[in-house]
C-alpha cells in the first residue's frame, strides 16, 4: 500500500509539472482548450487580411506581417475589451513589442473565411469590416489544401481558357499575390458572407471570383479575367 501511494504521489507531481510546462511553454500548440487559444487557433485557421489603410499604418510601427500573425502565437487577449457578440468579433490582443505594449484588433465576420487585422481606432464596439479597396493576404489556414473549385462545366471551361491546371494553381496565386476585394465583397450576406478574390498573375492579367467559405473550405464559383 506505502508503494502504491507513493507511486501515486510521483505521478501527481509529474503530471503538474507536465501541465506547467505545456502551459508556459507550449501556450496555444499545447493546451487548446483555453478560451484565449481557441480563439487565437480560430484565427489561425483563416485567411488573414490587411487593408491597404492599416497596411500604411503598420509599415509606420514598423510591423511586419510574421510580426503581426506572431500576436495570435504570444499575445494576450483582452476579452473584457472585446466585441465577443454578434455576428462580427473583434479581438483585442496586446503583446510586447520593442520594449512597448501594442495593440492590434482582429475582426472575424460570422462564417466568413477572412479575419481582417487593424490598428486600433475609435471603439471596438463599433468596429465595421473594411468595405473600400483592397486587403492583402498575409496568412492561410495549415492545411494541405483549402482551395475547393466547384464543379460546373463552365467553370471548368473557364480553367481551361485560364490555364488553371486544378485547386493547387489557385491556392499558390493566393498564396503568392493574393487580394480581398472589399468593395465587391458581402461580408454580411445571407446565408453565407461572399468574399470577392482577386489574383493578379505574373504574365500581366487578372483573374478574380466569387467565393465563400463551404467546410474548411474556400469555394470559388466562377472565374473572370481582366
Same mark, same amino acid.
Given at each position: 500500500?506505502?508503494?502504491?501511494?507513493?507511486? !501515486?504521489?510521483?505521478?501527481?507531481?509529474?503530471?503538474?509539472?507536465?501541465?506547467?510546462?505545456?502551459?508556459?511553454?507550449?501556450?496555444?500548440?499545447?493546451?487548446?482548450?483555453?478560451?484565449?487559444?481557441?480563439?487565437?487557433?480560430?484565427?489561425?485557421?483563416?485567411?488573414?487580411?490587411?487593408?491597404?489603410?492599416?497596411?500604411?499604418?503598420?509599415?509606420?510601427?514598423? =510591423?511586419?506581417?510574421?510580426?503581426?500573425?506572431?500576436? =495570435?502565437?504570444?499575445?494576450?487577449?483582452?476579452?473584457?475589451?472585446?466585441?465577443?457578440?454578434? *455576428?462580427?468579433?473583434?479581438?483585442?490582443?496586446?503583446?510586447?513589442?520593442?520594449?512597448?505594449?501594442?495593440?492590434?484588433?482582429?475582426?472575424?465576420?460570422?462564417?466568413?473565411?477572412i479575419a481582417e487585422v487593424v490598428w486600433p481606432k475609435g471603439s471596438i464596439q463599433k468596429f465595421k469590416s473594411t468595405t473600400e479597396?483592397?486587403?492583402?493576404?498575409?496568412?492561410?489556414?495549415?492545411?494541405?489544401?483549402?482551395?475547393?473549385?466547384?464543379?460546373?462545366?463552365?467553370? *471548368?471551361? @473557364?480553367?481551361?481558357?485560364?490555364?488553371?491546371?486544378?485547386?493547387?494553381?489557385?491556392?499558390? =496565386?493566393?498564396?503568392?499575390?493574393? !487580394?480581398?476585394?472589399?468593395?465587391?465583397?458581402?461580408?454580411?450576406?445571407?446565408?453565407?458572407?461572399? @468574399?470577392?478574390?482577386?489574383?493578379?498573375?505574373?504574365?500581366?492579367?487578372? =483573374?478574380?471570383?466569387?467565393?465563400?467559405?463551404?467546410?474548411?473550405?474556400?469555394?470559388?464559383?466562377?472565374?473572370?479575367?481582366?
Amino acid at each position: 500500500m506505502k508503494n502504491f501511494w507513493r507511486r !501515486l504521489r510521483l505521478y501527481g507531481f509529474g503530471f503538474g509539472i507536465g501541465l506547467i510546462m505545456v502551459f508556459f511553454f507550449f501556450r496555444n500548440r499545447g493546451c487548446a482548450w483555453l478560451p484565449e487559444n481557441r480563439v487565437k487557433n480560430t484565427f489561425l485557421g483563416k485567411v488573414l487580411v490587411i487593408s491597404e489603410t492599416n497596411q500604411r499604418i503598420f509599415d509606420e510601427h514598423h =510591423l511586419s506581417d510574421s510580426l503581426i500573425v506572431s500576436f =495570435l502565437d504570444d499575445g494576450s487577449i483582452a476579452f473584457g475589451s472585446s466585441k465577443k457578440q454578434g *455576428k462580427l468579433k473583434v479581438y483585442k490582443i496586446e503583446k510586447e513589442v520593442n520594449g512597448k505594449n501594442t495593440e492590434l484588433w482582429f475582426s472575424m465576420p460570422e462564417d466568413a473565411f477572412i479575419a481582417e487585422v487593424v490598428w486600433p481606432k475609435g471603439s471596438i464596439q463599433k468596429f465595421k469590416s473594411t468595405t473600400e479597396g483592397f486587403g492583402r493576404m498575409i496568412h492561410f489556414p495549415n492545411v494541405k489544401s483549402f482551395v475547393y473549385l466547384k464543379e460546373n462545366d463552365e467553370l *471548368k471551361k @473557364q480553367m481551361a481558357e485560364f490555364g488553371i491546371k486544378g485547386e493547387e494553381t489557385i491556392q499558390f =496565386l493566393m498564396k503568392k499575390s493574393g !487580394l480581398i476585394d472589399f468593395s465587391k465583397s458581402k461580408l454580411t450576406a445571407e446565408p453565407v458572407p461572399e @468574399q470577392f478574390v482577386v489574383l493578379p498573375r505574373e504574365k500581366g492579367d487578372t =483573374l478574380s471570383a466569387r467565393t465563400t467559405w463551404f467546410k474548411e473550405h474556400i469555394e470559388f464559383y466562377e472565374l473572370e479575367r481582366n
